[in-house]
């Protein structure tokens, strides 16, 4: 996936997830289908919105991996709007504590570290 790929699905799909986000919140009765609908929306909309960022943050920085190829951006902003989801759930459902948040986000961040790895020792063989 080039840079170029991750832009033009991610800038007019982010918009689109947004305004389908308002659109629930606003004109949709709640129930649990529409907040698992909702959920859904949310993780895409966060995963959209963030993965450009994540690509621009990685490139400027210049982390190794993340910064050469967009679809490490593109992962790492969907656990960035996993994370979101996940928690918005658990705050809607009365569940949501600073444990948790912290727990799942060490995670998602070492599911990624070990991910990134595994692909490291893939090139190394070849």
Do not use: H, K
């Amino acid at each position: 996936m080039s840079s170029r790929m991750l832009w033009v699905l991610c800038l007019p799909l982010a918009p689109v997830a947004w305004v389908g986000i308002v659109y629930f919140t606003g004109a949709v009765p709640p129930n649990q289908f529409t907040q698992v609908l909702f959920l859904t929306l949310l993780c895409f909309a966060v995963t959209m919105t963030t993965a450009p960022l994540v690509w621009l943050i990685a490139r400027r920085l210049r982390i190794s991996g993340t910064g050469d190829r967009p679809a490490l951006a593109l992962r790492a902003g969907f656990w960035i709007g996993l994370w979101s989801a996940v928690c918005v759930g658990l705050r809607l459902w009365g569940a949501l504590n600073r444990v948790f948040v912290l727990t799942l986000g060490v995670i998602l961040v070492l599911v990624e570290a070990f991910l990134q790895q595994v692909a490291r020792q893939r090139t190394a063989r070849r």
